[in-house]
């Protein structure tokens, strides 16, 4: 049996306030609301109650952000997709910014299980003064814990119309995608991570987030299995290989924050829940 969820997530703007309203069907809703950086900037903390998706479930979170506001999204956990008998497991996210609406899209991890028949499917729609800093870490089995990735099939879709999109087919028997030195290279923790606007970030500004980014970058020990470049003028984009995801989730918050600090005016402020 299927259990779908959807979520949906409007954004406002009240005085200095960022206004959040949600509302949700089935499995799939906001744990909490937080403004630890104050009333302009809403934390939001999405939580899955089943804990994990299976053949059938189909997971819709749908954000709208009007104009001058700022949301971070994140999660308490990873999101699990676990053994498919037949039809994919899915979840599809659709965010539209307005004219300087910001929006942080900061999940932590994905882990495809084995056996697994997973849909991921992101869209972030930007205004001409929009922008975002958003990330997808995604790992293949349970590599600290002795299971393989040895079955499964995980399909993604990322897209910010326009300007960038990435579409990845990943079966558990290709052997020269996973294993291939042009390929994943034997490990099974990728890491994708970009800051999007609505119009051109300018070269001076772009300069400097790549710069950024790479001092973070060489002092990492995934500085061999890391890049950064500007794939349009309307975003950049990192990715990285990984055998475990502590090291690459360190990576990317150390350039989250140096972005949000160059790229906003802002202090790193990192969610609560991650330290829980």
Known sequence: MSWPGRLNLHYTRDGERTIALDR??????VLQRLYP??????HHVLVHPPGGIVGGDTLEIEAQ?????????????ATRYYRSAGAPGMQQVKARLADHARLEWLPLETIAYRDCHAINRMRFDLAPKAEMIGWDLLALGLPAAGEA???????????????????????ASDTLLLDGPLGWAGRRVLGTMWFGSGEAIGRERTARLLELARDRLSASPLADSAGVSAVHDRVIVLRALAERVEPLMQLLVAVRAAWRQDGWSLAES???????
Do not use: K
């Open 24 to 29: 949700h069907h089935g499995p799939l809703r």
């Open 37 to 42: 950086e104050g009333p302009g900037i809403c």
């Open 65 to 77: 952000l009007e104009q001058g506001t700022h949301a971070l999204i994140t999660t308490p956990g």
């Open 149 to 171: 990735w040895s079955r499964g099939r995980y399909q993604q879709h990322l897209e910010l119309p326009g300007v960038w999109l990435e579409q990845a087919r990943i079966d």
């Open 270 to 276: 990192a969610p609560r829940i991650w330290r829980t």
